[in-house]
T-cell receptor, first 114, second 109 residues
């Protein structure tokens, strides 16, 4: 069964450091997403990406965040200067058809900022 | 702003004890309502999409229904493997899902 894969599964970093989280979406999907979940809280939308550009982003997705699809398979989330409050589980998701809502989520990357 | 409220926060059931989870929502222009299952430390797993009031979907022991203001996820004769957090989400725009906080279901054998 096709799946979304994410690396690393857990990253610990110092405040102020740059972090890149990587995702390999399902190969024939066209829409890509990052969500995050702070421990004990809701899953929150960060950004959606389609046709090599951001299609929508939330208020959380400020200038310290960026996304990129550097090649045909990877989709990355970069956090330029991490803050303590960025500690969360970050989920990548991909979608084949925009109106189905059937997002396929990866297992997540747990980011701990010290 | 889209609002999704799930109740109860937690539900403890005996194996075989049927129950229902509630998801109430406020959204401008609902494009779809979705149910996901999330196991601890894992990503959400898609269960159902509902598009219009009156619609119902079933999968094994789960049945989802939709009205104009809320959705219910009915769990019939649950088993311990149904223990998980069940997430409700709504789609208003083209791309973004807004999730509720979830209901954590624990089924005891």
């Amino acid at each position: 069964e096709p799946e979304v894969t994410q690396t690393p599964s857990h990253q610990v970093t110092q405040m102020g450091q740059e972090v890149i989280l990587r995702c390999v979406p399902i190969s024939n999907h066209l829409y890509f997403y990052w969500y995050r979940q702070i421990l004990g809280q809701k899953v929150e939308f960060l950004v959606s990406f389609y046709n090599n550009e951001i299609s929508e982003k939330s208020e959380i997705f400020d200038d310290q965040f960026s996304v990129e699809r550097p090649d045909g398979s990877n989709f990355t989330l970069k956090i330029r200067s991490t803050k303590l409050e960025d500690s969360a589980m970050y989920f990548c998701a991909s979608l084949g058809m925009v109106n189905t809502g059937e997002l396929f989520f990866g297992e997540g990357s747990r980011l701990t900022v010290l | 702003e889209d609002q999704v409220t799930q109740s109860p926060e937690a539900l403890r059931l005996q194996e075989g004890e049927s129950s229902s989870l509630n998801c109430s929502y406020t959204v401008s222009g609902l494009r779809g309502l979705f149910w996901y299952r999330q196991d601890p430390g894992k990503g959400p797993e898609f269960l159902f999409t509902l598009y219009s009031a009156g619609e119902e979907k079933e999968k094994e022991r789960l049945k989802a229904t939709l009205t104009k203001k809320e959705s219910f996820l009915h769990i019939t004769a649950p088993k311990p493997e149904d223990s998980a957090t069940y997430l409700c989400a709504v789609q208003a725009g083209d791309y973004k899902l807004s999730f509720g906080a979830g209901t954590t279901v624990t089924v005891r054998a």
